[in-house]
């Protein structure tokens, strides 16, 4: 089933002006979609992320102490390595999204870093982290090849020798199995829907709810990049894939389905 509507002659996001239509096609930041983005996914299984990109660490890799996770969002995943006690520091480029996840932090009594911070110029001193990790297709916000190896080559660079690098790349399964093609929510007073396109090899969201009586919309675009394209991005970025692990059916849920795990080290 294909679960994406494929639509010729779309815009294109990468040919606008960044202002023109205020939908920041070429940064990916979230907005006011923040807290409605937490409602939706806090109820994932991402203990069970977590353990995937915890589990079988490539043969050489350094034990892990300190986590770094890149584009956190709303710090879920964050909050889980904190459970188990990692050191854990979280960035994204959203303040919106970092205002979420500081108050769920806050809220849980339990400590992690958080920051806001760009993919493309990541702001941390060479391995200063044992373990990266890239979650629920963020790096597929950058839209140009080239940003996504400056992003990569920024965790290897803070990953270090015997660093892992743990990355969810938007994959062709979870686009034909996972993304459903029109999402509808009508739940606890939040009536919310998404309409996913594809324009070649651009993803369109578009994201519209009404919640506590206020109406928003918002797009975000998003870039396929196929396995090859990964792995040579990842080869150019210093990082030598170890394992590309399945999230499902590892995770029985339907969050993971078609999702994949690319296990690198730097
Ligand atoms: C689909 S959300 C995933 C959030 C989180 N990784 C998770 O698993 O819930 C995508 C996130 O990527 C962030 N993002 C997009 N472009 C970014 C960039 N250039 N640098 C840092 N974060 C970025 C967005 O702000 C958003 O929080």
Redesign the pocket.
Known sequence: MAAVNSEAGGSDPRALPAASSGREPH????HRYAGI?DRL?SRAPYHRFVDLCVEDLPAGARPVRRVL??????A??ALEFARRRYRVTG????AA?LAVASGKCRASGLRVGLIR????AVPFADGSADLIV?????IN??LEPTEVVEALSHLARVAGPGGTVVVEPLSSRYLHAGVEANRHVDADGLRFDAAYTLHGDLLAERLHWLAGGEEATETYWQRFYGDDDLARMFSRAGLTVAARRSMYPAIPAAPARGRVLWVATA
Do not use: E, K, P
């Not at 940064?27 to 979230?30: F, I, S």
């Not at 996770?69 to 709303?74: N, P």
């Not at 911070?117 to 493309?120: H, I, V």
């Open positions: 940064t990916g930041a979230y983005y996914w996770v890149a584009a956190c969002g709303t879920s995943a960035f994204d480029l959203s999204m911070a760009d993919l493309r890239v979650l629920n297709t963020s916000y950058l």
